[in-house]
Structure formats: structure tokens, C-alpha cells
């Protein structure tokens, strides 16, 4: 009786920390049966480095344990921490107790079948302690409560009817009778080769049929617009969220699905509806976001986005949503630009081919990572007549203010010849400032100017952003010693060292109660992602998390690390969103000790990565490390 009043006592601790806690109690209480209580001094070592592991595992019940990497401290444990789990055979570091420590220990031929059983549990050992996994990856977000929709598949009939699709020689009056018959909203018009001319939606009907433009007897063919030719089509097969995801980039409210036969070309089936997904998911980000485009007021886009950032703060509520959250936040800043940039552009009256013009986000925004009342980059790039300068300052103006009335506050990013916010000038001044940052980067303050070099074009022409683009990289390759000082700046943000009993550890061993994300997490990832970009030349205007993964790409042997790393950008961020939307001030600072234990954990294999990937751009470019 004695011995099992033991067993739940010890399976009662157990469940209150992870991962025993996705657990039933009587397999705890027969995990404990399995188990014994262990005594150590202080001072003493539980396993050392270099040592092959053993066939247990402890989990500390009071004291403190450190873990060593030769003299130096890699991190602290308490009670409920898990000490001797890990993926190779021989342990990297040293544990040794700091305290007297009391720990259970368990065989870990008992843990085995009780992580069968609880992929959950498994999923997290394998996220913070990086344990083998097969061929299948593991980041945070495959902890619980997975049961997004956006993970989901898109379900067979979502978008399979034959009705929602129409040649271009059909009339009008007979797909609209076959629409309203199907309940269709959108019908794909199809050329005689089998790809997509464009989409037909219930709104081009009113606008054009209804209006008397378009007689009802005239093709269907007459319909599309010459901005509809762009095919759109997306692979029947994939997540919702792949097709959410690509409505909101495009901005396009409805996507023909094809299918992927074995054998011969794939055929349109269908068309998906943003009202489609709305039904089936709910609350959702995108049909605000993508309504923007047709706001006919500024009232309104506030109205639209005060929609959609709550449906981005219920996002937040799971740990897989972190890429969902950085799409439509970022999908929700492009679409208000692009409408106010309109609006804007519409009162300006100047004659056609005057200016060329091309707006552009910048910083965070750019990166599509800005959330809640963090401030928005934004730039204006235009040629034409010097003459002109005027009227595109008083055009930035104009954006501006009306950035400011829906709530959004402008980033101080200034060109350093041109003053006010949003910056603007010609394509010549833009080109000037980037090759001063590359040839003579302490001189121009290069580092203060980072937000530059993370740019995603909004509206305007394409070609200026291009061509913009092209110089940067032309000017980054043909000198040696940019990249290696924007990698050694990279350095001047470091994570700490761990969290212990609710505060944070820094490097030298100082508690504080406050995690800075901005300055330990997000920045010091973000800031190697964006040395990697300009390193290999890949795109300027993407999220770093996919900048890492394609650094994986391009560097094989460090797969794994730019993975991890990739990751590791995406749990930062989501706890850099949550912190962004709990208030109506930005104040990136956190208590740890109001994370859960499961985000804590996550946060400390972040801090590890952070620092292997900073160790590793400090040896890729040739300097020592700053730790």
C-alpha cells in the first residue's frame, strides 16, 4: 500500500509538467512503478561530457542542475526538468548538480511506449531535445492543440463541380442560369487548350451585365478582363491553408483547382471561393483582408482589418499557426497599402506615363513579420521629371496620413537624400543610398538602415522594384568586405542563456524578469537569415524563415541547422505576435514566468539554435564569435 501510495505521488508530479502531461494517469502511475528516487550532492556529476548515454532518464524533483559545456554554463534545470534524454549515443555536455538534488529516474525502455501512444509527448521531446525522427522534421508548431484547419485537406467537394467551369462561347445568360442553379458565385472560363483565361464572379455580372455594358446574349469570353489572363490555377490535393495562403498573396478571391492525373494533362475541376473557405473555417483572416480591395472608404479598412486582426489573435491561440500568422499579417499590411495607395493615386490626376511609380514595404513589414502596433516601413520609389518631385512628396503625403487614420504608425526608414515618411524618391536616390550602405557601410550608418535591404513590393511597377533589386546585388558582389561586416553585426544581439524559476539567465549569469523578444529572439535570427539572403542571392522579399530554408538549400552540409534555425524564427515570431496584440502599445518584453512550461522549454531550444547559428556565421566568415 505504502509503495503504491508512492507511485501516485510521483505520477501526480509528473503530470503537471511536460510531456508527461498529455498522459493518463494510470500510465504514470505505472511509469513510476518502473522507478526509483535518487539523492545527489552538490557539486556532483549526473553524466559528462562524452559519456554514452545510458538506458535512463531522470526528471529533477527539487534542486538544481547545470549543464556544462566545459567551464562554460549552457543552461540551468529545476524541478520537472527531464536530464539524460537526447538524440546520439554519447551526451554532449555535462550535467552536474549546482544543489543537493532529489530526482526520479526511469528506464528508458518505459518511456518508449507511452510516446507511441501520445505523439503529442513524442513531438515535444523531439522539439526541444532534437531526437531522431525518421525522415519527418519537427518544429514547435506539431505541438498541440493541433487541430488547425488550415492544416487540413481540402475536402473532395469543396471545389469539384463541372458546372463552375464554361467555355469562352457559351453565353452569358446560360452560365448565369447554371450558376444559380449550382449556387456557383465564380465560374472558370477555359481556352481551348485546357488552361485558364480567367475567372467570372457574381460582381461582373452586376458590374457590367446588370449595368447594361454587356448584353445577356453576348459570350461569356466578354467578361474577363485583360487583368484576368494571369493563370491562377492551383493542384487539387493540398492543405486548405496552401490555397488560403495563395489568395492571399495574389489577392485573388477565387482560384480554379485542376487535378493530377498519373497520365495526360491535369483539367480544371473547379473553382475555389474565398466565401468557400469562409463557410468551413469560420472566423478567418482572408475575406476581410482580400475585402480591403474593394473598401470605399478609410473607415472601412479600419473596419476590415479590425476583422481580421482578431481572427489572426485566434490563430495565435495555437503554436502550429506561426506560418498562418506571418502570411496574413503580412497579406493584411499589402492589402491596406495597395488600396490606400490607390485611393491616393486616383486624386493625384496625373497624365498617364508621367511618373512611374513603385511602392514598396520595408523592415518587418517587408519581411511580412510586423504584427499588432509595431510600425510599418514604407517607400516610394518613382522616375520621371525632377519637376515631379513635388507632387510625389505630396502623394507620400497622402498615404501616409491615411496610413495614420487606420491606425498604423510609419516607420522612421529615410533615404538619407530625401526627408519625411514614407520615404520617397527617384530610382536614382534609392540606387545611391543602397551602394553607400554596400561600399562605405560605416560611413553611411549601414547597420541603422537594415529595414532597406527586407523589401516586398506592394503596388506599382514591377520593373523599378527589379531593377532596384538587380543593382543590390550587383553592388553586394562586387565588394568583399559587406558581407562579412553585416555578419559581424549580426552578432551584437545574443540570446540568453536560459530561463530559471521565471526569470531569464543571461551570459553572465545576471536574473532579470523581462525577455526583450525583439532584441534576443527575433532580431539576432532575422538579422543572419537576411546576411544569407544577400550572400547567395536569393530574394529580398520573403520572410526569413524561408531565407534559412533556402540557405539549407544551398548549403547541405548545414541542412539541419538552417532547418532548426527556420523553426526557430517561426516560434520567435509567434511569441513576438501574441506580445504585439495584447497590447495597443508595441512593448516586445515578456515575463517568462506567464509562459506556460511548454512555451518556456520551446524558448530555450530557440536560444541554443540562435547560438549555434550565430557560432556558425562566425565561422563562415572568418571572425570569432562575441560569447
Not at 491535369?266 to 482580400?290: C, F, H, I, K, M
Not at 562605405?440 to 549601414?446: E, F, K, R, S, V
Not at 562579412?484 to 524559476?501: G, I, K, Q, Y
Request: charged residues 25%; aromatic residues 6%.
Amino acid at each position: 500500500m505504502k509503495a503504491a501510495s508512492i507511485s501516485y505521488r510521483v505520477a501526480d508530479f509528473l503530470r503537471r509538467h511536460p510531456p508527461f502531461e498529455w498522459m493518463e494517469e494510470q500510465e504514470l502511475v505505472a511509469l513510476a512503478e518502473t522507478g526509483r528516487v535518487r539523492f545527489h550532492e552538490a557539486l556532483e556529476v549526473l553524466h559528462d561530457a562524452g559519456e554514452e548515454r545510458q538506458s535512463w532518464f531522470a526528471v529533477i524533483q527539487q534542486g538544481t542542475v547545470e549543464i556544462l559545456d566545459g567551464e562554460m554554463l549552457r543552461d540551468l534545470l529545476g524541478p520537472g526538468d527531464i536530464v539524460g534524454i537526447g538524440s546520439s549515443e554519447r551526451h554532449r555536455y555535462c550535467a552536474r548538480t549546482a544543489s543537493d538534488v532529489l530526482v526520479y529516474v526511469f528506464p528508458q525502455e518505459a518511456l518508449k511506449p507511452l510516446l507511441e501512444r501520445h505523439p503529442r509527448a513524442q513531438r515535444y521531446l523531439e522539439a526541444v531535445f532534437s531526437l531522431a525522427s525518421g525522415d519527418r522534421r519537427v518544429g514547435p508548431g506539431s505541438l498541440g492543440p493541433s487541430a488547425l484547419w488550415l492544416d487540413e485537406p481540402l475536402p473532395a467537394d469543396a471545389a469539384n463541380c463541372s458546372a463552375s467551369t464554361c467555355r469562352p462561347d457559351e453565353s452569358i445568360r446560360d452560365v448565369a442560369a447554371r450558376m444559380t442553379r449550382e449556387g456557383l458565385s465564380a465560374v472558370a472560363v477555359l481556352a481551348a487548350g485546357g488552361g485558364v483565361l480567367g475567372i467570372v464572379r457574381d460582381a461582373d455580372f452586376r458590374a457590367r451585365v446588370a449595368a447594361g455594358e454587356i448584353a445577356t446574349d453576348a459570350r461569356i469570353g466578354e467578361l474577363v478582363s485583360d487583368g484576368d489572363t494571369d493563370d491562377l490555377t492551383a493542384a487539387a490535393g493540398q492543405s486548405l491553408g496552401e490555397y488560403w495562403r495563395r489568395m492571399l498573396r495574389t489577392g485573388a478571391a477565387a482560384l480554379p483547382i485542376s487535378d493530377a492525373p498519373a497520365d495526360g494533362a491535369p483539367s480544371v475541376v473547379g473553382v475555389l471561393t474565398e466565401n468557400d473557405l469562409a463557410v468551413r473555417l469560420g472566423q478567418d483572416p482572408l475575406v476581410p483582408t482580400l475585402r480591403i480591395a474593394r473598401a470605399r472608404s478609410v473607415e472601412q479598412i479600419r473596419s476590415f482589418r479590425a476583422a481580421a486582426e482578431s481572427a489572426i489573435e485566434r490563430l495565435l491561440q495555437d503554436r502550429g499557426a506561426a506560418p498562418w500568422v506571418i502570411e496574413a499579417a503580412g497579406a493584411l499590411d499589402a492589402a491596406t497599402c495597395r488600396r490606400l495607395v490607390a485611393r491616393a493615386e486616383s486624386k493625384l490626376g496625373d497624365a498617364e506615363g508621367v511618373t512611374r511609380r513603385c511602392w514598396v514595404m520595408l523592415g518587418a513589414a517587408g519581411r511580412r513579420e510586423r504584427f499588432g502596433a509595431m510600425p510599418l516601413g514604407l517607400g516610394l520609389i518613382w522616375t520621371g521629371p525632377k519637376e515631379e518631385e513635388v507632387r510625389m512628396s505630396r502623394l507620400a503625403d497622402r498615404v501616409g496620413a491615411d496610413l495614420s487614420e487606420v491606425g498604423i504608425e510609419l516607420a522612421s526608414h529615410m533615404l538619407p537624400s530625401a526627408g519625411g515618411v514614407p520615404t520617397h524618391g527617384r530610382l536614382e536616390q534609392w540606387i545611391d543610398a543602397y551602394e553607400g550602405w554596400v561600399h562605405d557601410p560605416i560611413g553611411t550608418g549601414m547597420y541603422g538602415s537594415l529595414a532597406f535591404f527586407d523589401v516586398l513590393r506592394v503596388a506599382g511597377d514591377p520593373q523599378l522594384e527589379a531593377e532596384l533589386l538587380r543593382r543590390v546585388r550587383r553592388a553586394v558582389e562586387t565588394d568583399d568586405t559587406f558581407l562579412p561586416l553585416l555578419a559581424n553585426d549580426s552578432m551584437a544581439h545574443l540570446p540568453p542563456l536560459t530561463f530559471f524559476r521565471g526569470q531569464v539567465v543571461d551570459n553572465s549569469g545576471e536574473l532579470t524578469e523581462l525577455l526583450h523578444l525583439e532584441n534576443c529572439a527575433v532580431r539576432p535570427l532575422t538579422d543572419v537569415a537576411r546576411v544569407f539572403a544577400l550572400h547567395e542571392g536569393s530574394a529580398l522579399d520573403c520572410d526569413s524563415a524561408s531565407r534559412l530554408r533556402f540557405a539549407a538549400k544551398r548549403f547541405p552540409a548545414h541542412e539541419e541547422l538552417f532547418l532548426r534555425a527556420a523553426d526557430a524564427v517561426e516560434l520567435a515570431l509567434l511569441q513576438r505576435a501574441r506580445v504585439a496584440y495584447a497590447s495597443p502599445e508595441d512593448r516586445p518584453e515578456i515575463r517568462p514566468e506567464s509562459l506556460l512550461k511548454v512555451d518556456r522549454e520551446l524558448l530555450k531550444s530557440c536560444f541554443r539554435t540562435i547560438l549555434a547559428l550565430l557560432e556558425h556565421t562566425a565561422r563562415h566568415f572568418g571572425f570569432p564569435t562575441r560569447r
